[in-house]
């Protein structure tokens, strides 16, 4: 479960938090296992960010916020996952490294840009 100081009290973003987070778990019996990481669940692991991303992205677009910032942050993260993701292609040597990243690139972007994000749909909703 997400911890309070991460909600946003926008329900579509907190529960997608909730479910990267909880995708995120469920990669750590991958950490501990020899074979790689199925393709699929890299793929699946990937295909969630952007789609999480793409959320974030309408949601903004929908008050007329500048999201340019926000953005750039959300590129520069899937292009250093995806990176990773395809060099453990052949092993998981990577992977505890990259899940702790994740979950601490998503708790500072939370604070430094999905708050902000939050407000500002807050206060359209309000005028």
Same mark, same amino acid.
């Given at each position: 479960?997400?911890?309070?100081?991460?909600?946003?009290?926008?329900?579509?973003?907190?529960?997608?938090?909730?479910?990267?987070?909880?995708?995120? &778990? #469920?990669?750590?019996?991958?950490?501990?296992?020899? !074979?790689?990481?199925?393709?699929?669940?890299?793929?699946?692991?990937? &295909?969630?960010?952007?789609?999480?991303?793409?959320?974030?992205?309408?949601?903004?677009?929908?008050? !007329?916020?500048?999201f340019? #910032?926000? &953005?750039?942050?959300? &590129?520069?993260?899937?292009? =250093?996952?995806?990176? =990773?993701?395809?060099q453990?292609?052949?092993?998981? !040597?990577?992977l505890?490294?990259?899940?702790?990243?994740?979950g601490?690139?998503?708790?500072?972007?939370?604070?430094?840009?999905?708050? =902000?994000?939050?407000?500002?749909?807050?206060? !359209?909703?309000?005028?």
């Amino acid at each position: 479960m997400l911890p309070q100081a991460l909600r946003v009290n926008i329900p579509e973003i907190d529960h997608e938090h909730n479910e990267l987070f909880a995708f995120l &778990e #469920g990669f750590k019996e991958y950490c501990f296992d020899r !074979s790689p990481m199925p393709e699929d669940r890299r793929n699946a692991l990937y &295909e969630l960010l952007v789609s999480h991303f793409k959320t974030e992205e309408r949601l903004a677009i929908a008050v !007329s916020m500048d999201f340019s #910032g926000h &953005e750039e942050a959300h &590129e520069n993260m899937l292009d =250093t996952v995806s990176q =990773t993701l395809n060099q453990m292609a052949s092993n998981n !040597s990577d992977l505890y490294s990259l899940i702790r990243y994740i979950g601490y690139w998503f708790e500072m972007h939370i604070l430094r840009y999905d708050l =902000t994000l939050a407000k500002c749909l807050a206060i !359209s909703t309000h005028q």
